[in-house]
């Protein structure tokens, strides 16, 4: 099956006072037709950057998509018109963002927000819109969604703005959802509703999901593969099977180390990987994880390892000694 | 659990009520949110409690009035046998040595126009007539302690990361060796592999310096790793009190139910075989809490009762208490 997304060598940055900011340093992966993928990492990893890249929603300047291409249903998003590209965002490729209090605008209600997308893309009148609105309200689980449809951004509570935001974003039915830490914001209880939602609407519509977060339990439940991002780069890529239970890369170790698991005894230390991430105006010339790595060696501050094939099919790791970590067996 | 254990701090029926007042020149007091109302938990010399909930249960509320930020509206706050809700200032000074707080946001609760050294060194100032040498001795031992370099004493908060500054609010907490830390969500502005070097050091420090903590976060996950007991409250009320492994385990209030499950497991197979407790519909206002339970707007088995009366808040094991009609 042909991939829905194919991205290579995506490489943005952004040139600021203190020097060249190397916020995504060439990435490639695909994603399929109707796959959940998760994008894992810390803040600063470049995981937000290479989405509002796919988007091209980066201030160009500061910011510079230098390399690269996404190529979406066979056309090469970074090289089209901005006409071409405002057709794609909203209406193929949608996003939801983490903050739902700052992404509705506060002057409109949050129906006509939802209708302007379908009255710009889809070509509807204004009554066909607001039936649509109310019925995708409807789909999101927001109760009298038609009561709903006059109401302010700020007559609705956390969880239903985020509801409004999901609705907003599926209004066109998009091949591709883009979810940037979307639960983030919202409690553990709202949190479950919202992640519920976006399963039960990702298999009744058949799209496919990116979820970014840096949170590694949420996307244990709910994604097909991960992207564990470092610095910029992919540094492992596999199913999620794969990711949690043969980790390769010991980054990700590291991030599955510091979270403490429900079946540990009292008085289990958290394994915490010392030292904090690399400045990105200045990256290491080797491995980006070099200077917290405990199995580091003299080649690793040297060459930067490139993504390679792990033991699974589908599963890759950017470590230059994953072989020999795998043998001393941890993990 | 030991039984004999010391009670350190003993919270009785505490109620915070804030005023809200309408009218913009009248400001007659019409209404009150019910903050915290009618808490009531010991805390034992040595143990870690974690409070958790939700956006807006009170459970920031119940920190700081236990170290009397706020004036509680009743009920009473026994530390070490004193009462400190009626407390002549003077006296309550002397107190709050021995109690200190760290804070949520590491990059608001650090002051950036003092060094590190005279962060640390503040609550020195105000409590120890210790002279300028003996200070700076004791703030480098802080930050020693901390896990951060001594030299670091003339730099500025901005020149430090988050963690770090965690790092130094903790220092500052310590300054006075306090017996009770109120750790107030210290980890949840962190990033997921610097959140774990802190709870390591909070732990460690535990066991150096036999400090009891009272940790308030909504992440259940590490709260249940670091607490020994925990403390479950919605809209301003206690809903459920356990031993961490028996409020995991054995949950009693469907609130608590809900809440467990639905943090996440960093295990796909685990994640994917566990039943999953969607809670329908949001939090109620404060403002205006429903009649009876309090959580029977979202309960899945509530019924007239939970409407009418407000469930007892009980001990249905030993040390192990619930607010629900039918737990």
Known sequence: MKPLMEIKNLTTRFHTQDGTVNAVNGISYSLDQGEILGVVGESGCGKSVHALSIMRLIQIPPGEIAAGEVIFDDRDLLKLSDKDMRSVRGHEIAMVFQDPMSSLNPVYTV???????????????????????????????????????????????????????????????????????????????????????????????GMSVMWITHDLGIVAEMVHRINVMYAGSIIERGFVDDIYNHTLHP????????????????????????????????????????????????????????????????????????????????? | MNMEKKVLLQVKNLKKYFPVSKGLFTNRQVRFVKAVDNVSFDVYDGETLGLVGETGCGKTTVARTILQLYHPTSGQIIFDGVDLTSLPESDLRKMRRRMQMIFQDPYASLNPRMTVGSIISAPLDVHT????????????????LVGLNPDFVNRYPHEFSGGQRQRIGIARALALSPDLVLCDEPISSLDVSIQAQVVNLLEELQDRLGLTYIFVAHDLSMVRHISDRMVVMYLGKVMELADRNEIYLNPRHPYTKALMSAVPIPNPRKARDRQRIILQGDIPSPLNPPQGCNFNTRCPLAQDICFKEDPEYREIEPNHFVACHFA
């Open chain 1, 111 to 205: 129906g006509f927000q939802i209708s302007e997308a379908l009255i710009l893309h889809k070509n509807m009148n204004k009554r066909q819109a607001k039936e649509r609105t109310i019925e995708l309200l409807n789909l999101v689980g927001i109760p009298e969604a038609r009561k709903r449809f006059d109401n302010f951004p700020h007559q609705f509570s956390g969880g239903m703005r985020q509801r409004a935001m999901i609705a907003m974003a599926l209004s066109c039915e998009p091949k591709l959802l883009i979810a940037d830490e979307p639960t983030t914001a919202l409690d553990v209880t709202i949190q479950a509703q919202i992640i519920n939602l976006v399963i039960k609407l990702q298999q009744e519509l």
């Open chain 1, 251 to 331: 980054y990700t170790m590291g991030l599955l180390g510091s979270l403490p698991s429900i079946d540990e005894a009292p008085g289990t230390k958290l394994i915490s990987i010392p030292g904090l991430p690399p400045d990105l105006v200045d990256l290491p010339s080797g491995c980006p994880f070099f200077a917290r790595c405990t199995y580091r060696e003299e080649r690793c501050a040297k060459e930067q390892p490139v993504l390679e094939n792990g033991l699974e099919e589908g599963h890759s790791v950017a470590c230059w000694r994953w072989r020999e970590i795998q043998k001393m067996g941890v993990s």
């Open chain 2, 129 to 144: 007539d210790l002279n300028r040498s003996e200070k700076q001795e004791k703030v480098q031992d802080l930050l020693k």
